[in-house]
């Protein structure tokens, strides 16, 4: 019997889970013992001939399901797995060598909680525009939750990269299999966040994303109809965060267009699905022929429609959806007069959804309530008070500095605050500023080397 059970569902990709399987047999000494779980969900490809013959050093298991979905997939491992630590793989990540220990040890030193680590993509040759939108959206989103004290939201819990313990795992009820492809880490973080179970992240624990060999125009229509159903279904069973979901803005909202796009999603499927099928094509061509707005304007009707027909699976003819509680929030007044550690420890111990921060008689700044974040705690009181300070204090002091009116400060964007307040982020964005350039002038070399 081992301490942690990594758990990997899978569906036909045989030989990028024996790439994954190879490098989790590479982990570095000293990895504290696991073993290695793969759901096979409807494999129909050589992936129990090759777990069969695939030969490691650590105890690898296989359960075969019928094709349930990833959510279900990861249930099902949940129950079998001997670990009571488990650690949720996807099957297109690359982890790094010191991926296991680097969650065991997170949770050695802040046991009870969720850890999340990065898979960024697999850096690699991408022209497209696809590619380099999907690429974008990943490394925003791990570079955004490794910010020093960062408040997580539902929608920074991805299972593709995390750990808990099993027996919180149960305790939750697991993934809610009403969300059987789309949105089950979402709606799994949010019901850890109301239970107010802390989520941390864990840079060490890396993987990198093969998103470029999995992830198409094509999948990527069919995933919009499959978050269309969930994000309908989320709002019925947590209608207090429904108007984070896109579906907010069709469901109930009167006017023409509005019930027009209705209509269509819930009666014209049948004439207009198969029109719709064509977007991949179509994008293609225009991205060859250059015409870079048309595409985007394409796009966004294709993905529109998808998520509609799938938010009318579940909708039907009543595209309501049903009312939220408005409770009233009560707002932790924190003094520094009292000293930073007794504020750190006020907010660990009340775990507030909001607060209001004075230094004595003078009002330093609000710790709003987020809808779907996580309650403050400790960890987030010394990053944010020094976002508090640079937004108050450094644009006042660049407008005097530029000679400009100092009542007109100038905006600080998200990227300049991040850099800021994270040292390795910096330091991250002057090697890559380093390689541009070192490429840069390799290139113009060759260049000229060429017109000689």
Not at 147 to 164: C, E, I, M, W
Not at 265 to 286: F, I, K, N
Request: charged share 25%; proline share 6%; hydrophobic share 40%.
């Amino acid at each position: 019997m081992v301490d942690i059970s990594v758990i990997i569902p899978t569906h036909n990709r045989a030989a990028m889970l024996r790439s994954l399987l190879s490098k989790l047999d590479a982990q570095r000494d000293g990895t504290p013992a696991f073993e290695v779980l793969v759901v096979a969900d409807g494999c129909e490809d050589d992936t129990s001939t090759m777990l069969s013959s695939l030969p490691t050093r650590f105890p690898l298991r296989t359960l075969t399901l019928p094709g349930v979905g990833p959510a279900l997939a990861r249930n099902a491992g949940s129950q079998v797995a001997s670990g009571r630590l488990l650690i949720f793989l996807d099957d297109d990540i690359v982890p790094g060598e010191n991926f296991v220990r680097a969650h065991a040890a997170e949770h050695q030193c802040h046991p009870g909680g969720v850890v999340m680590g990065p898979y960024p993509p697999l850096p690699h040759i991408a022209k497209d525009r696809f590619r380099l939108t999907a690429r974008a959206w990943w490394t925003r989103h791990f570079e955004r939750v490794s910010r020093p004290g960062h408040q997580f939201a539902f929608t920074d819990v991805l299972t593709g990269n995390l750990s808990l313990d099993a027996e919180l795992f149960h305790a939750m009820g697991g993934l809610d299999p009403q969300f059987a492809h789309a949105r089950e880490d979402f709606e799994f973080g949010l019901r850890l966040i109301k239970k107010g179970v802390p989520i941390r992240f864990a840079p060490e624990a890396l993987g990198y994303h093969l998103e470029h060999q999995t992830t198409t125009l094509t999948r990527k229509m069919v995933r919009r109809r499959q978050e269309g159903r969930s994000d309908a279904l989320m709002a019925r069973k947590h209608p207090d965060i429904q108007r984070l979901l896109a579906i907010h803005r069709f469901a109930g909202r009167k006017g023409w267009k509005r019930r027009l796009q209705r209509t269509i999603a819930t009666h014209a499927g049948s004439v207009l699905d198969p029109l719709v099928e064509a977007g991949p094509r179509v994008l293609q061509m225009l991205e060859k022929a250059g015409l870079r707005r048309l595409y985007d304007k394409v796009e966004r009707q294709c993905n529109g429609y998808h998520y509609l027909r799938g938010a009318a699976e579940v909708l039907g003819e009543d595209w309501r959806l049903p009312t939220a509680s408005t409770d009233e929030i009560d707002v932790l007044e924190i003094d520094l007069d009292q000293g930073l550690e007794a504020a750190e420890a006020m907010l660990a111990e009340r775990r507030p959804l909001a607060a209001r921060i004075v230094n004595g008689t003078v009002h330093v700044g609000d710790m709003a309530h987020r809808i779907g974040a996580e309650p403050w705690d400790a960890r987030h009181f010394r990053p944010w008070l020094s976002r508090q300070a640079i937004h108050r204090y450094l644009p006042v002091a660049l407008a005097e500095w530029q000679g400009q009116p100092v009542n007109v400060p100038p905006p600080l964007s998200d990227f300049t605050l991040n850099t800021l307040n994270n040292p390795s982020f910096h330091a991250h964005m002057i090697e890559q500023h380093v390689q541009w350039m070192e490429a840069k002038l390799r290139s113009k070399l060759y260049d000229n080397t060429r017109k000689s």
